[in-house]
């Protein structure tokens, strides 16, 4: 089975210094058909205007993945934690017993575009803890690359606790790519730049895509761009 969720018709919020479309409900949307797929319970399309951000602000019991698509975000935390994570490039944040975080836009100018992907864990009451790390994008040309991962044998990939991964491809027109679906198993996609068309079916940019019930995911870029994907139990 596969459910294009299309951009226009997605969950809608916007403030001075932040725009969001919002995947599954959240904060001031609420979908009661959109709480969740499997694990994944938040996939938020953000917009952050320059020299503004999220203040410090509390989380628990949450695997929190940031993609950044354009400009960067800059984490700082209640362990003690400071990054910088630019275009492309991923952290992930355990909120488990407890972590107190902001997320800046602080470059001095242009937006920072990211996704913000939540994950429930495979356990409570977990240690927090916060990790970036760069995946330049020529090492993801014409194939996907797990970027995050809590399965096994997924090396040089983000931890994240969790039987699930994130993964990444840039494609020029044309180009496929396709993901092996185990068993029982499902995924979540969007084209963070570009169309494509996944088992037949055309996507658009920024378009969600749900797939459960098929051995594979194949995906067409009908435009070059960029695809973000989470496997899930």
């Known amino acids: 089975m596969i459910e294009v969720r299309e951009r226009e018709g997605l969950g809608y919020h916007k403030r001075d210094w932040l725009e969001s479309r919002f995947h599954f409900s959240f904060a001031e949307y609420h979908n009661p058909e959109r709480m969740g797929f499997g694990p994944l319970r938040v996939w938020n399309d953000d917009t952050i205007q320059p020299g503004t951000g999220f203040p410090m602000h509390p989380h628990r019991d949450m695997e929190i993945i940031t993609y950044v698509r354009h400009g960067a975000v800059t984490h700082e935390d209640s362990l003690g934690n400071q990054g910088r994570t630019e275009a492309g490039d991923v952290q992930v944040m355990t909120a488990g017993t407890g972590i107190v975080h902001s997320e800046y836009n602080r470059e001095a100018e242009g937006v920072t575009t990211l996704f913000q992907i939540w994950i429930e864990p495979a356990g409570a009451d977990l240690s927090p803890g916060w990790q970036t790390r760069a995946f330049p994008a020529e090492a993801r040309g014409g194939r996907l690359t797990v970027l995050a ?66 051995p594979r995911v194949t995906i067409e870029a009908r435009q070059a761009g960029e695809i973000v994907l989470v496997d899930l139990p």
């Open 149 to 214: 991962s809590g399965r096994g044998g997924d090396e040089g990939a983000l931890p994240i606790n969790q039987d699930a991964a994130l993964l990444g491809a840039t494609l020029e027109a044309g180009e496929v790519v396709v993901h092996e679906l185990g068993v029982g198993r499902r995924a979540y996609l969007v084209p963070a730049r570009g169309a494509i068309r996944v088992n037949g079916t055309d996507v658009g940019e920024l378009d969600g895509v749900a797939v459960w019930d098929e």
